[in-house]
């Protein structure tokens, strides 16, 4: 066999170690706690643009992974430039419209002022209503009241003198008429001296008891005086209206005064926009609504059964509904909406039952929602949460895109909601700050053509970082802000350390460091507790490898399944010997927050024909669309090599073995290849060596995802079935730098016990799995004999040769 040893990646290689000293590491005892957002410059730098540009449009979309510190470090910047150069947004106030009290009016006063507003004309209210009555019950108003009374009764009374004088002159008399229960005036004949109606006149003139010509005369005269009456009826419900005219003049003269100058003080004391012209409507209504200051008040209607006794405001069209109460906002407000429904973030307008059943609102039940007690501030909302609730993506999309604030009675599961009243927009000042994960983002970009233009900022906050001695220093602020902030016991330098390297570990490569600080916070505080368990004041390496092994512990059963099956041998998988055609692939599998890896086998079988390579899961629809791809790039690679001077004349079949949930991805691709040409080859392939890596057309292996989880998987395998100190893995050459080894894989490796190999070709790769040199090619196109590469043409050889003779006629006779 030939010496793989240049092919062996150095133990120094398979895991980075934060040394002593690196980069100042210490202990959480000697770091200096700050609340600096670490490793996202790119991302803070696109939010401060957001945030001080203040153009229509400018809302930021923050996009990145949970726990990579999205929402703190949006929280921290929002405080900052809110305390420093935020000017705390004005009260938004809602009061009636007198003039039309379906539209409420919105007026807006400095912060703390509307609830000053609303106070003062309560007492306003209250002050008005005792004076009314006292200028109501007061002698001077009283005894002018009276005097108007007897001024209109007396001209009244003049004018029922002259009537009567008239009837009596013409020997008619005053009498009353009972019409049901109504009686009415009327007037009749004196005959005899004594009054006949009409009608008895005329029965007596038709029986010749009373002259014709006289009934006709007075009956003409009687028409004449029923005409009169009827006039003096009208004059009388004339004479009655001005009365009542002058008397309500009589108390506007005597209230308006005092109305005037209870509201002048408030008129004078708020000087914001509409408040003097929404002043000067309250003073009308209340002068031309006086009855409703009668402090013994109107006649309360009855309630229905089970409502209760009627608790109706009288004063409630002058009351002020304080929206949004800024007073206790010291600069621009930062409002973080936990539950975007609809209602929670435009508001709402409330419904009550009155005391007869029925629905009622007003302007006093509209209720803010958060985009409202952000407004000139700033709204955090998550993405996905917002997107979840019905209508309220629309209904944000047309606010920002108006710049107009409607508040309407929206409930999409109660088709009664809707109500009349429509109050006056509001301008909207909010910058909505959005958090979402990338695929949300790209997603709305493409399908929402709205998106783009009132989302302009898109803030991506990274998963990792560059691993260099500053980032190493922040690493050590953030952990001592947590053992702070959670009340953790101190980290020694080794223990500092060893989160360090599991920061290392989750970003993936050995010159990155994680920016998943929610993950090194739970290892933080598992770490403090195993440390706690074990009596110790600090935590070391020791109590952070413990939480780390019991967080695999507790999600790894799956893994552990699958390891007993191999162990078992009810999924079959070969960690030594060798065979012809069978491979160790290996694959990663992702069970929520865990990913582990396992070693598949693959086959190939290599046969007389034309197909070329049979992909047998496509053919089974179990390959995905990356893994076809990957198969049509074996080809591609097999005819660059063995098909320029004749067709590639083969059968090859591929298969997935004891593989049943589908296969993705390439990167068994070149591992693939290795089972093609060791079948074609009929060269046996070690079986102690599993194999990962993705392969172009020109055999160049390629980088994979998921290689430490793999190499850890096959070498838990090893362990299982026994290491026999000759086994190892096989990953592309441009995976070391990814690499961050378990402790245990490393030690292995470093007692001999266990091998990592990294090839950057396909040649590379199968002289280590065949201990065969694969060939270069000569001048003539051709192989040198005892390669890999010259075995297999002679095979492509003979299957050509077989198949045109089987091709020729009569050969199948």
């Not at 996009?63 to 009260?91: F, H, N």
């Not at 920061?503 to 920016?515: D, E, M, P, W």
């Not at 390891?563 to 990663?588: F, K, P, R």
Request: with cysteine; charged share 25%.
């Amino acid at each position: 066999m030939n010496n793989l040893s240049k092919y062996k990646v150095p133990v120094k290689q398979l895991r980075w170690s934060c040394k002593k000293g690196a980069g100042g590491v210490c202990g959480t005892d000697d770091s200096k706690a700050t609340g600096e957002i670490i490793g996202q410059d790119r991302a803070i730098d696109a939010i401060k643009l957001g945030l001080n540009v203040q153009q229509p449009g400018y809302n930021v979309f923050v996009v990145g992974y949970a726990g990579t510190g999205r929402s703190t470090a949006i929280q921290k910047m929002l405080e900052e430039l809110g305390l420093e150069k935020g000017e705390t947004p004005e009260d938004i106030c809602y009061v009636n419209n007198f003039k039309d009290t379906d539209c409420p009016r919105v007026l807006f006063f400095p912060a703390g002022n509307g609830i000053k507003f609303r106070d003062e004309m309560k007492k306003a209210i209250d002050s008005l209503q005792e004076l009314i009555s006292q200028v109501k019950e007061s002698d001077d108003l009283r005894a002018r009241h009276k005097g108007i009374i007897e001024k209109f009764e007396e001209k009244q009374k003049e004018m029922l003198r002259a009537f009567e004088a008239e009837v009596n002159e013409k020997q008619f008399a005053m009498t009353q008429v009972q019409i049901g229960q109504n009686v009415r005036p009327d007037v009749a004949p004196v005959i005899g001296g004594q009054p006949v109606s009409l009608a008895e006149l005329e029965a007596r003139t038709e029986a010749g008891e009373f002259p014709k010509e006289r009934f006709e005369e007075l009956k003409k005269i009687y028409d004449e005086l029923s005409d009169k009456i009827v006039k003096i009826f009208k004059q009388t419900r004339e004479h009655n209206k001005e009365l009542k005219e002058a008397l309500d003049r009589l108390l506007k003269s005597a209230v308006e005064p005092l109305v005037s100058e209870a509201l002048l003080a408030i008129k004078e004391a708020y000087e914001a926009i509409g408040v003097e012209e929404y002043l000067k409507e309250v003073e009308n209504d209340i002068v031309n609504n006086l009855d409703k200051f009668d402090q013994r008040g109107g006649e309360q209607p009855p309630p229905m059964p089970g409502f209760g006794p009627a608790t109706s405001d009288r004063f409630l069209e002058y009351g002020i509904n304080v929206l949004v109460d800024n007073s206790n906002v010291k600069g621009k407000p930062i409002i973080t909406e936990i539950n975007p429904n609809y209602r929670n973030l435009f508001g709402s307008i409330e419904r009550v039952v009155d005391q007869r059943g029925f629905w009622r609102t007003d302007f006093s039940l509209i209720k803010a929602g958060a985009l409202h007690h952000a407004n000139g501030g700033y709204l955090i909302v998550d993405a996905m949460e917002l997107l979840s609730e019905p209508g309220v993506w629309q209904g944000l999309k047309r606010a920002l895109n108006s710049g107009k604030l409607e508040i309407q009675a929206y409930d999409p599961f109660f088709k009664a909601s809707h109500s009349a009243l429509k109050p006056e927009p509001i301008e909207l000042k909010t910058q909505v700050i959005m958090i979402g994960m990338p695929q949300l983002y790209y997603l709305l970009y493409s399908m929402d053509p709205d998106f783009p233009k009132i989302f302009k900022i898109k803030a991506e906050f990274d998963t990792e970082m560059e691993l260099n001695d500053s980032n190493l220093k922040k690493y050590g602020s953030f952990a001592r802000k947590i053992v702070d902030d959670f009340e953790l016991l101190p980290f020694d330098q080794d223990g500092m350390s060893a989160v360090i390297e599991y920061g290392v570990r989750l970003a993936g490569n050995q010159k990155k460091l994680s920016t998943r600080f929610n993950a090194l916070t739970d290892v933080m505080c598992e770490s403090s507790f195993w440390a706690q368990q074990a009596k110790n004041k600090k935590v070391t390496r020791e109590h952070v490898q413990k939480a780390i092994d019991e967080w695999i512990r507790r999600v790894s059963m799956p893994e552990d399944k699958i390891n007993e099956l191999i162990e078992e041998g009810a999924i079959l998988i070969d960690t030594d010997g060798a065979v012809t055609g069978q491979i160790n692939g290996l694959s990663v599998y992702m069970m929520g927050e865990y990913a582990f890896g396992k070693p598949t086998r693959i086959t190939a079988r290599t046969s007389v024909g034309m197909k070329g390579i049979i992909n047998v899961e496509k053919e089974a629809q179990l390959s995905g669309a990356t893994h076809s791809k990957g198969v049509l790039i074996i080809n591609g690679y097999l005819q660059g090599k063995f098909a320029q001077k004749r067709p590639l004349s083969m059968n090859a079949n591929l298969c997935f073995e004891q593989s049943y949930g589908g296969v993705d991805g390439d990167s068994a691709s070149s591992t693939e290849i290795y089972a093609i040409l060791s079948s074609l080859g009929e060269v046996p392939i070690r079986q102690d060596i599993a194999v990962t890596g993705s392969v172009n057309q020109n055999g160049t292996i390629q980088a994979i995802g998921g290689v430490n989880q793999k190499i850890e998987g096959f070498f838990q395998i090893c362990k299982i079935k026994g290491l026999t100190g000759k086994q190892g893995v096989m990953i592309p050459k441009a995976n070391v730098q990814d690499l961050m080894l378990q402790t245990e894989v490393v030690e292995a490796v470093k007692n001999g016990k266990f091998h990592i190999y990294s090839v950057d070709s396909i040649e590379q790769g199968i002289e280590i799995l065949t201990g065969m040199p694969a060939g270069k090619q000569k001048k003539d196109g051709s192989y040198p004999e005892g390669t890999i590469f010259h075995l297999v043409e002679e095979k492509l050889d003979s299957y050509a040769e077989a198949y045109s003779r089987y091709m020729r006629p009569g050969a199948g006779e």
